[in-house]
């Protein structure tokens, strides 16, 4: 069960200050300029963008990324797809496998729903047993007398990430066969996507690994298309490559997600000089609430924040006081700061410390609501409350 929403919804119109903690902050202003630069990027470079909305998990955000020219959204999961089509979006790319018979009846009825919606949905796949699948439930949702509909189907590439998809080349181009088979599936494309890269830190490392998997998806739509097969969409790409991607040539559509909240991991990356200057947007509100002789406790562990990717970074926002911290682990409901030159001087008791997740994704699962703010993290005002949709949505 859910904590009502009532008590976060009087906050709005109420200053940053009276946000109890901890809580998840969302500056709206950065990720509005983050919306923006992305938006310009894509247009300069002519690619379409679908971020990946597995990471806000927000039907709002989503409307939102489309209202500012994003051609849909990704999801990674079939409940994602689920809710956020329940909050209005309509165009939604699973860009992930699903196998289990029960799953793909969800997805087969998805996909009617949406196309009575005028929208539509669309999916990767990496194994004949997954094609069949999902045409076999396509037709069972269309014979029990829903809205005739295609799905759009991405033959899902393993472009050195070494998690999901097939093998480049003629293992591909006998899948993307395999799909033109079934009246319910419409071959969408390729899906290469590189996680991997993502995170290397060098800007020359992730241009070096983004050049190999251009060369991979070259090669196999060049085989595709010499046996009739069309390929209309490339997508792929992460917030650490997207500008490899987008100056290819290659790649129709950008994933990027992490880009509109930015956390402290894709922080520590070298930034390529392509890439726009996107601004953290997502915060851990937090407060200490005991202070030692060389260290500081706040509010705020690891069920506030994932720690998978590196603990928060400490932000100091304009005007608070320039106290040089680092966050250390602390457990489940505490953070230990410390001064980062020993010696160096502790927050007070009662003081506020704002913290950048490490990794924003699974940040954002551990809330249901994020608390939207305008005007800064010092002087602003709660503006709205985001609710986290698809908190938990798994399956
Ligand atoms: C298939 C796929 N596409 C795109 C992304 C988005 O990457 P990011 O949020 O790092 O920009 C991810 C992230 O894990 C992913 O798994």
Same mark, same amino acid.
């Given at each position: ?17 009276? *946000? !109890? ?14 919306? #923006? +630069? ?22 709002? *955000? ?20 689920e ?18 018979p ?25 194994? $004949?047993?997954?094609?069949? $699948? ?18 759009? &189907?991405?033959?899902? *590439? ?12 003629a293992?591909?181009?006998a899948?993307?066969?395999? &799909? ?34 251009? +060369? ?33 040539g290659?790649f ?5 997600g ?6 402290? !991991?894709?922080?520590?990356?070298e ?5 726009? @200057?996107?601004?953290?947007a ?11 002789? !060389? ?5 705020? #562990? ?22 040089a911290?680092?966050?250390? @682990? ?5 953070? *230990? ?6 010696? $160096? ?5 009662? !003081? ?12 954002? @699962?551990?809330h249901?609501?994020?608390? $939207?703010?305008?005007g ?6 709660v503006?709205?409350? &985001? ?9």
């Amino acid at each position: 069960m859910k904590p009502p929403h009532e008590p976060l919804k009087k906050l709005v119109g109420h200053p940053v200050s009276a *946000i !109890d903690t901890p809580a998840l902050v969302l500056d709206l202003d950065a990720m509005q300029r983050n919306l #923006g +630069r992305m938006a310009e990027f894509a247009r300069k470079h002519e690619v379409r963008w679908r971020p990946h909305a597995k990471m806000h998990k927000s039907a709002a *955000i989503a409307r939102l990324q489309m209202q500012a020219g994003a051609c849909g959204v990704c999801v990674q999961k079939t409940a994602e797809a689920e809710i956020l089509a329940a909050g209005g979006v309509h165009d939604i790319y699973i860009s992930n496998q699903v196998v289990a018979p029960a799953k793909l009846a969800r997805v087969a009825a998805l996909a009617h729903l949406l196309a009575a919606e005028r929208g539509q949905l669309a999916i990767a796949v990496d194994s $004949g047993e997954g094609v069949t $699948g999902l045409a076999q439930a396509m037709n069972a949702a269309r014979a029990s007398g829903a809205t005739p509909a295609v799905i759009a &189907v991405f033959v899902e *590439i393993d472009v050195g990430q070494g998690r999901c998809g097939v093998a480049p080349g003629a293992i591909a181009v006998a899948l993307a066969h395999e &799909v033109r088979r079934h009246a319910a599936l419409r071959l969408a494309g390729l899906q290469a996507y590189h996680g991997k890269a993502q995170h290397l830190r060098s800007a020359r490392e992730r241009r070096e690994a983004i050049a190999g998997v251009v +060369r991979d998806v070259q090669a196999t739509r060049a085989l595709m298309e010499a046996q009739g097969l069309k390929v209309e969409c490339v997508t792929g790409a992460g917030t650490g490559t997207l500008v490899c991607e987008a100056a290819s040539g290659a790649f129709n559509e950008l994933q990027a997600g992490s880009f509109l909240f930015m956390d402290a !991991d894709y922080a520590a990356n070298e930034r390529d000089p392509a890439q726009p @200057n996107f601004e953290h947007a997502l915060f851990v509100k937090s407060q200490v609430m005991s202070v030692a002789a !060389d260290h500081a406790v706040c509010d705020a #562990g690891h069920k506030s924040h994932a720690i998978d990717s590196g603990m928060p970074r400490v932000h100091l926002p304009e005007g608070a006081p320039r106290l040089a911290l680092t966050y250390h @682990n602390g457990g489940d409901e505490h953070g *230990i700061l410390r001064a980062a030159e020993p010696g $160096g001087p502790l927050p007070r008791l009662g !003081d506020t410390v704002w913290l950048i997740p490490g990794h924003c994704d699974p940040t954002v @699962n551990l809330h249901d609501f994020m608390v $939207g703010v305008r005007g800064g993290l010092a002087h602003g005002q709660v503006d709205r409350i &985001v609710r986290v949709d698809a908190r938990g949505a798994a399956s």
